[in-house]
T-cell receptor, first 109, second 114 residues
Framework: GIQVEQSPPDLILQEGANSTLRCNFS?????LQWFHQNPWGQLINLFY???GTKQNGRLSATTVATERYSLLYISSSQTTDSGVYFC???????????FGPGTRLSVLP | GAGVSQSPSNKVTEKGKDVELRCDPI?????LYWYRQSLGQGLEFLIY????????KSGLPSDRFSAERTGGSVSTLTIQRTQQEDSAVYLC????????????FGSGTQLSVL
């Protein structure tokens, strides 16, 4: 099955800094999504991005499917960005999603 | 409903008891997933329902775990003879049957087995 890795495992930033989170996957995927789990445990879907680039406010994501990686960019970080960021991949439509181990982000005021 | 609803939000039980966890997906969503998350860990896949197809049960950790989905909507995850290692947050997610749709999660059920 698909293997999903994320780096770095932990990241501490000062408010206002920028960051890049990486997700590597072992096989071709048709569905790649990024999630933010807030400190209260709720998982919020940030992006559906099997390929290409998308932007939503201070967040953007890029997936290079041929090289099997995806990047999540956070610009001008805020304390509310703290939490764990997961990427999840599905090999094919109709199959379950495999989650990476997550990147724990702490943004300090 | 507006979002994925899970109940109860918290469940404390004694070792050896059976528990049932409920998930009500977003209206019209045909795909439903159960995941488990232990404290400070990632998400572990349990089971996946897609429409009327046979469910993918490949993630269920033992035969004490089972799940059903009635009428293609509400799902119940049952854990029999609970063990302390079953303590975790159980998360449910749903998505539509269209190919390029996002996964939406409920708030989870925190299960504590004493």
């Amino acid at each position: 099955g698909i293997q999903v890795e994320q780096s770095p495992p932990d990241l501490i930033l000062q408010e206002g800094a920028n960051s890049t989170l990486r997700c590597n996957f072992s096989d071709s995927v048709n569905n790649l999504q990024w999630f933010h789990q807030n400190p209260w445990g709720q998982l919020i879907n940030l992006f559906y991005i099997p390929s290409g680039t998308k932007q939503n406010g201070r967040l953007s994501a890029t997936t290079v499917a041929t090289e099997r990686y995806s990047l999540l960019y956070i610009s001008s970080s805020q304390t509310t960005d703290s939490g764990v960021y997961f990427c999840a991949a599905s090999y094919n439509y109709g199959q379950n999603f495999v989650f990476g181990p997550g990147t724990r982000l702490s943004v300090l005021p | 409903g507006a979002g994925v609803s899970q109940s109860p939000s918290n469940k404390v039980t004694e070792k050896g008891k059976d528990v049932e966890l409920r998930c009500d997906p977003i209206s019209g969503h045909t795909a439903l997933y159960w995941y488990r998350q232990s404290l400070g860990q990632g998400l572990e896949f349990l089971i996946y329902f897609q429409g009327n197809s046979a469910p993918d049960k490949s993630g269920l950790p033992s035969d004490r775990f089972s799940a059903e989905r009635t009428g293609g909507s509400v799902s119940t995850l049952t854990i029999q003879r609970t063990q302390q290692e079953d303590s975790a947050v159980y998360l449910c997610a749903s998505s539509s049957d269209r190919r390029f749709e996002k996964l939406f999660f409920g708030s989870g059920t925190q299960l504590s087995v004493l």
